[in-house]
């Protein structure tokens, strides 16, 4: 009501201040800074299994953020093929890694990396995994690594527990064990990936605790009865879930992903 006694001047003047404020505003507010970036991945995780499963933590991660159980890995649909196609963005059919081997000693990943990104943007890099071979990834732009088979969710907890930017992959084994043994979404998997979701809740929840963070949880690659690796689609299937304090991203629910968007993906929120 304060406009209607206001001489057309000086509304006008006071609408030009207002949008020269808004710009200054828009100019010097510091662009929402991400403090712990989190990627999850759960080797061999069926995204089906996030609909059925009693998984409180994943479940919760998905009510807030947004997800899309469409994802596809490469092909073939391999553990470290397709990690080194996330990493990198390039798939095993552009030229990225074709071998699902690595032993240590042999060469290292020749590309840039998304951790080449994250160091270059002022982060802490850490890379926690439970498979050996993941070891290819390992590259100067990571700060802290280490192949630990049952402790990577405790590393990168200690990881992030320590003052400044985080940007963490971890990897977690368990699911593709218990696939092959038992069969992909069956009782026994289900089980492995409520134990899988307990052990992630004290990690998630102290970043979440200490605010202006992004979590991913994804995976490699799905399977189907005891087989994985195949050209059977099942085998190709995984999730993707996005979720943020400071950033939304409605755009991505149920888009088409495959491991070499997580780059893309990544790009759009340094
Ligand atoms: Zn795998």
């Known amino acids: 009501m304060a406009m209607l006694g206001m001489t057309r001047s000086t509304g006008l ?15 010097v507010a510091p ?57 990198t963005g390039v798939s095993p059919n ?3 890694k074709q071998d699902n081997r690595w032993l240590p000693g ?15 943007g002022g982060y802490r890099t850490g890379y926690f ?13 990571v700060d802290a690594h280490q192949w630990s088979k049952d402790n990577a969710i405790d590393l990168a907890e200690a990881f ?3 003052p400044g930017r985080h940007f963490v992959f971890l990897h977690v084994s368990g699911l593709d064990q218990v ?5 992909w979404l069956s009782t026994e998997y289900l089980e492995e990936l409520f ?37 059977h689609p099942e085998d190709y299937r995984l999730p993707l879930v996005i979720y943020s304090d400071v950033k939304t991203f409605d755009d991505y629910q149920d888009m088409a992903y495959t491991v070499t968007d997580l780059q893309k993906i990544l790009d759009a929120v340094w």
Not at 13 to 18: E, I, N, Q, S, T
Not at 129 to 141: C, E, I, M, P, R
């Open 106 to 120: 042999e060469p290292t990943v020749g590309r840039p990396t998304i951790f080449n990104r994250a160091k270059s």
């Open 195 to 231: 134990y899988i979701d307990d052990a992630l809740s004290p990690l998630i929840a102290k970043i979440e605790k200490q605010k202006h963070f992004l979590i991913v949880i994804t995976s490699d690659h799905a399977g189907h009865g005891r087989i994985h690796g195949s050209r």
């Open 94 to 96: 552009a030229g990225g």
């Open 160 to 162: 992030m527990a320590a």
């Open 31 to 87: 662009a929402a800074v991400l403090q712990n970036m989190l990627i999850i991945s759960i080797d061999a995780l069926h995204p089906e299994a996030l609909r059925v499963g009693d998984l409180p933590t994943l479940q919760r991660a998905m009510r807030q953020g947004v997800y899309t159980m469409a994802g596809q890995s490469t092909d073939p649909p391999l553990t470290l093929i397709s990690h080194a196609a996330m990493f």
């Open 179 to 183: 696939g092959p043994e038992n069969g």
């Open 13 to 27: 003047r006071a609408l030009m201040v207002g949008g020269l404020l808004t710009v200054l505003m828009v100019a």
């Open 129 to 141: 995994y439970s498979k050996q071979k993941l070891g290819y990834l390992v590259n100067d732009a």
